[in-house]
T-cell receptor
């Protein structure tokens, strides 16, 4: 029973490089989310997908793009990484309309 | 583990004591509140939720209290155990939004054996 799986768990990038964080859930949830977590800032919503085929901006979308590939998968792309994007990224999923989010284990990204 | 414990409010209790973690929210339009627990190196985990038409809800060893007058939420943990050591976040959802949760900055709970 995997739940929400994120890859990679750790990544180091140089400024200007690009990368994609992958997320998959096996709970048949309609809604998926990407959050970033910084010290003292709590979790901030980057993008979310209410259902397959739709994506919307959250609180801090600048510098990111997302793709809801199918019902299971929701990826986050950094086209040109910046040091300000050094953070821990969490993917989550939920049944539509509930606050009970199921989170992955996180992906720690460092941009030099 | 993660360095999310830096700059956080902290609460230190003895094993067996009751813990109370507080959260102030600012949005009067929020109609749904949730508590999450995050252990070191892991993703947040749902604990309990409460809707704005309630002022108290109980779970297993946990109770959430909501005071809408002063926009205050609290999480009470009975008979705190070492496994309860974690960062605890409150989150709120604005009425009319199904998807956007706003998380607080978290409180680090340390349980001393």
């Amino acid at each position: 029973n995997a739940g929400v799986t994120q890859t990679p768990k750790f990544q180091v990038l140089k400024t200007g490089q690009s990368m994609t964080l992958q997320c998959a859930q096996d709970m048949n949830h309609n809604s998926m989310y990407w959050y970033r977590q910084d010290p003292g800032m709590g979790l901030r919503l980057i993008y979310y997908s209410a259902s397959e085929g739709t994506t919307d901006k959250g609180e801090v979308p600048n510098g990111y793009n997302v793709s809801r590939l199918n019902k299971r998968e929701f990826s986050l792309r950094l086209e040109s990484a910046a040091p300000s994007q050094t953070s821990v990224y969490f993917c989550a999923s939920s049944t539509e309309g509930t606050g009970e989010l199921f989170f992955g284990e996180g992906s720690r990204l460092t941009v030099l | 583990g993660e360095n999310v414990g830096l700059h956080l409010p902290t609460l230190s209790v003895q094993e067996g004591d009751n813990s109370i973690i507080n959260c102030a929210y600012s949005n009067s339009a929020s109609d749904y509140f949730i508590w999450y627990k995050q252990e070191s190196g892991k993703g947040p985990q749902f604990i309990i939720d409460i809707r704005s038409n309630m002022d108290k809800r109980q779970g297993q060893r946990v109770t959430v209290l909501l005071n809408k007058t002063v926009k205050h939420l609290s999480l009470q943990i009975a008979a705190t155990q070492p496994g309860d050591s974690a960062v605890y976040f409150c989150a709120e959802k604005e009425g009319g939004s199904n998807y956007k949760l706003t998380f607080g900055k978290g409180t680090l709970l340390t349980v001393n054996p």
